[in-house]
């Protein structure tokens, strides 16, 4: 059964850091890998999502990369701003099902 | 594209009463849905996966005569807490594929409040 381990579980850092989440899973044979956010009392925003035979993405400050034979894939983001506080998920989809982290809560503060 | 909806946004509803759910893919036709809960400060737990015109899946520990699970078309599944209570309150969020080696998309949520 896959297991999807994040770390940290909660991080607090000042405005304008570089920071990186990390996620690990315990089945290398996946389809993909999806970070997502999500604000309290809502549902997820995906953030990026990158195919079991990619190495990474990017989309504007946030970088992912995959490192599948390792069961790793870590988050970048860049230049933290406040309004990247949120809770961010990690999944990786196998067969049919998607299995979560529990998310690494992320405070940045002015 | 790929958009999916949950209606409603939030329900409030009393012991013992049942409440309906649905997820709708509005721009393409899903193969597969999937039904997942949220506990307050805890990830996304899957509930049940369903195939249109088919029985759907359940994961272990879920109840399937509680929460019961209809996939009546390429579009639309719906989910019925049955005789809710009040350990029923949690977040429920659907999600659709159009093919299961890519993307699936998630709905916004419902929030479920039994008293």
């Known amino acids: 059964k896959q297991e999807v381990t994040q770390i940290p579980a909660a991080l607090s850092v000042p405005e304008g850091e570089n920071l990186v989440l990390n996620c690990s899973f315990t089945?290398?044979?996946?389809?993909?890998l999806q970070w997502f956010r999500q604000d309290p009392g809502k549902g997820l925003t995906s953030l990026l999502l990158?195919?079991?035979?990619?190495r990474e993405q990017t989309s504007g400050r946030l970088n992912a990369s995959l490192d599948k034979s390792s069961g790793r894939s870590t988050l970048y983001i860049a230049a933290s701003q406040p309004g990247d506080s949120a809770t961010y998920l990690c999944a990786v989809k196998g067969y049919s099902t998607l299995t979560f982290g529990k998310g690494t809560m992320l405070l940045v503060s002015p | 594209g790929a958009v999916v909806s949950q209606h409603p946004s939030w329900v409030i509803c009393k012991s013992g009463t049942s409440v309906k759910i649905e997820c709708r893919s509005l721009?393409?036709?899903?193969?597969?849905m999937f039904w997942y809960r949220q506990f307050p400060k805890q990830s996304l737990m899957l509930m049940a996966t369903s195939n249109e015109g088919s029985k759907a899946t359940y994961e272990q520990g879920v109840e399937k005569d509680k929460f019961l699970i209809n996939h009546a078309s390429l579009t639309l599944s719906t989910l019925t807490v049955t005789s809710a209570h009040p350990e029923d309150s949690s977040f429920y969020i659907c999600?659709?594929?159009?093919?299961?080696?890519?993307?699936?998309?998630f709905g916004p949520g419902t929030r479920l409040t039994v008293t």
């Open positions: 721009d393409f036709q899903a193969t597969t």
């Open positions: 089945d290398s044979a996946i389809y993909n």
């Open positions: 999600s659709a594929d159009r093919d299961s080696a890519y993307e699936q998309y």
């Open positions: 990158i195919q079991s035979s990619q």
